[in-house]
């Protein structure tokens, strides 16, 4: 049935083409039109790549058309001309029988009146079409999975587009860009993204009731000034839910010179903030603070096996005053740092040296350092008892001793219980050796531990 | 008179001295006993070095004396070997005349009642000799402009030790530790370094008072479980303040776990939350959440010029989506993103692109990928007038015009209005380019407007 709803959902056009005209198309692959040509083909797109312009026979070495016909329909059109050009390039697409519309021009809603009667004659144009149409204002689609890149965003310039299962959706395009750049950092992979801009035809709500039945998408993060389909949006925000896909959001728009802004960004009236936060509630969406936070969150999430409901958290470090703060960060967000069992304590009696305190946190001290097993095995004792749903570890530097500190780590992870792993200072190879298994690392107290309240909130 | 203070304070002997003795001396560069020397000789100490083992003639290539006399009399004497022996350790050290004493050594008073007593009868000693007792129980002292380098902290394996004014005390040496990787790997070079630990002798009060006379110091970071003579505390942050340096300080043990830690690390009793908030308070010390956020308000303020009382920001962004967060999250930290002056609006008429609306937050567009200098432009506008206090850049990804883009921000800079720069995804080489003439780069919305705020409690 999901795969029923979501073939049958017009908008698949926009990330599942198999054919893509690009109106406006440049020779030059940074400018706009002739970006999305530059990145389909570095990236391995399989489909037909269509580049129209009058004025040219060949683009980027494919044969070019100077007008979009019957003949040379292509699914997915990406309309790259500038602002006053975008009517005459959607009357051709459309009636060479487009069914997905991605046009990346600004000026219009955002800008004024004129700009706002024109989109909305975009729309009704699509719509008398049967087509779909994505902006105008907007910075395109990504389908990393079938190497799908109508976009022209810089964010790709330097990027392998990695494969994986995190999507994003937002009116933000730019923000979109740095959500790629912050996923591919921190190791994780990208399954769509969708950019909506002006929205004069696709919502946020139907980016995300399509990221909900995607079978690719497991984890959804979102940037919204606006939500236009409240409705809408809920019922896409249940389904995702029931799939088992959080959502993790940014709204922005909280402050008055924020409405103003966002007002500027997309045309969107933000409304007040109580409400947006009801909805959201209601929705099961986490709402974080930046994109780092999502990111933050979202590894921890993507991690295996990832945070559940933790609440009474085993803090392990090398340094007692690291371990003072994760108490203090973690009473903050509502995580509590309870004291060990009588039977605990007698465990860690056998594995601590004498000097070390018998008491949550633990703080193995510098002994670890002629010692890496010893931390090894006290994690391995508090990955096998029931009293903490989660193990906190928090390392510093010891570049020295890196690969026994990864090993007792991977070791106490094969029991199954959630890790969440701090160290400061990690060298490349630790964090990549770390990475490769599942691990993420952070390095940052209090945002971790206000990421990891935040995984509470999905269970 | 700052002068004349300093140097008649015995503990200059921890940090100025220009003989050291290192007592329980390893041949090992790895181990605790043998890193002193390793790292004295390798970051280029130029006074003498004296290690002191009974079992050897030699030591890393330097002379190795079997106890300390009279004749070999160093000023400092590092005590690194173990617990139980620390007490004749340090009898030898002062009879021997050393002014200047660093223990190392833990299982003191953060363990039984027994250290607690042999560390207070440590002290006594040291008070009767004259001489200045650090620790035990801590990793010691760095002076980076003289290269004394009395610690065996691995933080300094694959460090360079910058020179700087940034200086660090606390209780903790770990996070000590950390604060160096932290600070090294911004850009900022180091001043001081004094880790109290079990505090038997030398206190947090006087390690203040130290670098709020110390001239080579000209921001001070804190870390503090508990304060031990807090009227000597508050004279010391009094003169640290009329010396024009600030105290950024992170006070751990606020919660009831929190307090346990802090009380297994150091011994220390942390009282009520309210009691530190007030003292630090009355002090004029900033208190921060963690050594990032430390960091990040001490490269603000090492910035060139420093952001000075902030409150109202021009905000300049390629990202309308990443202006509507930046005044959300100022508004959230009290900071005001107020709308431009008609005069303004006339200036930015000239600058901007017609599509462009002209208000606070200034989204420039991606129209900046094709005229950097417009960025300039507005940027020189807006340096120049009087109704901001404080430049805000948001920047993203945009390698390939990223030369342009930093000539923007230098030459709105040589205005002398404080910029605060955000750029998403910036290159390693512009990082550089950027850090090279002063000006810190960020990378998260609002952990850097809290930092941002933070800089205004100073002023």
């Given at each position: 049935?999901v795969?029923a709803?979501r073939s ?8 599942e083409?198999?054919s893509?005209?690009?109106?406006g198309?440049?020779?030059d692959?940074l400018?706009?039109?002739g ?7 570095r990236?391995?797109f399989t ?7 009058p004025q040219r026979?060949?683009?980027?070495s494919l ?6 016909t019957?003949e ?5 059109a990406i309309?790259?001309t ?7 390039s959607l009357t ?13 021009s600004a000026g ?5 009146p004129e ?9 009704r ?8 149409l994505l902006g ?5 689609t990504i389908n990393a999975?079938s190497?799908?890149?109508?976009t022209f965003t ?5 990027s392998?587009?990695p494969?994986g ?5 937002g009116?933000s395009?730019a ?6 750049e912050?996923v591919?950092a921190s190791g994780?992979?990208v399954?769509?993204?969708?950019t909506?801009g002006?929205e004069?035809?696709?919502?946020l709500?139907?980016a995300l009731?399509y990221l909900?039945?995607d ?14 389909q409240?409705e809408?949006?809920v019922e896409?925000?249940r389904?995702?839910r029931s799939a088992g896909k959080?959502?993790?959001?940014i ?14 960004h997309?045309?969107a009236?933000a409304?007040?903030?109580?409400w947006?936060?009801?909805i959201?509630k209601?929705c099961?969406i ?6 780092t936070e ?9 991690s295996n ?8 958290l085993a ?7 690291a ?13 509590d740092v309870p004291d060990l069992s009588a039977?605990?304590r007698?465990r860690l009696?056998k594995?601590?040296?004498s ?6 946190p633990?703080?193995?001290t510098?002994?670890?350092v002629s010692n ?6 006290v994690?391995t004792?508090l990955?096998?008892c029931?009293e ?5 570890i928090f390392l ?5 001793i890196k ?7 991977k ?5 199954g219980?959630p ?7 990690a060298?490349?190879e630790s964090?990549?050796?770390l990475?490769?298994?599942g691990?993420p ?6 945002t971790t ?5 935040k995984t509470v909130v999905m269970?």
């Open positions: 049935m795969g709803v049958s959902h017009p908008i698949k056009y926009l990330l083409a198999e893509i005209a690009v109106v198309a440049s020779a692959p400018k706009i039109g970006r999305p040509i530059e990145y389909l083909r990236f391995g489909g037909r790549i269509i580049p129209v312009n026979r060949e683009i980027q044969p070019c058309i100077p007008r979009l019957d040379s329909a292509a699914e997915l309309i790259a500038a602002a006053p050009d975008a009517l005459i051709d697409c459309l009636a060479a029988g487009c069914k997905g519309i991605v046009i990346f219009f809603a955002e800008f004024n700009g706002r009667a024109l989109q909305e004659r975009f729309a144009m699509a719509d008398e079409a049967g087509a779909v105008p204002n907007c910075l395109g999975h190497r799908l890149v109508a810089t964010a790709l310039e330097h392998q587009l494969v299962g995190f999507s994003y959706f009116q395009g923000l979109g860009a740095y959500w790629i912050k591919e994780l992979g399954a769509k993204w969708i909506t002006n004069c035809h696709i919502s709500a139907d009731l909900a039945q079978p690719e998408t497991t984890l959804i993060g979102a940037y919204i000034e606006d939500i236009k409240p809408r949006f896409a925000a389904i995702a959080p959502v993790l959001a709204k922005s728009g909280r402050s008055k010179p924020g409405k103003r802004a966002v007002s500027a997309t045309g009236v409304g007040e903030d109580e947006y936060e009801e959201l209601a099961g986490v709402r974080v603070d930046s994109l999502m990111v933050d969150v979202g590894r921890l999430l993507l096996p990832p945070p559940r409901a933790p609440s009474r803090v392990v470090t090398v340094s007692g005053g371990g003072a703060l994760i108490c203090d960060a973690a009473s903050d967000v509502g995580l039977d605990m007698r009696d594995l601590l040296p000097f070390v305190l018998r008491q949550n633990i703080d193995v510098g002994a670890v890496a097993p010893m931390l090894g095995d994690l004792a990955a096998s029931a903490f749903d989660t193990i906190v510093g530097l010891m570049s020295s690969d026994g500190l990864i090993e007792a780590v070791g106490a992870r094969a029991l219980k890790l969440v792993l701090i160290w400061v200072g060298s490349t964090l990549q050796a990475r490769d298994c691990i690392v952070f390095a940052d107290i209090p531990l206000r990421a990891l309240a269970s």
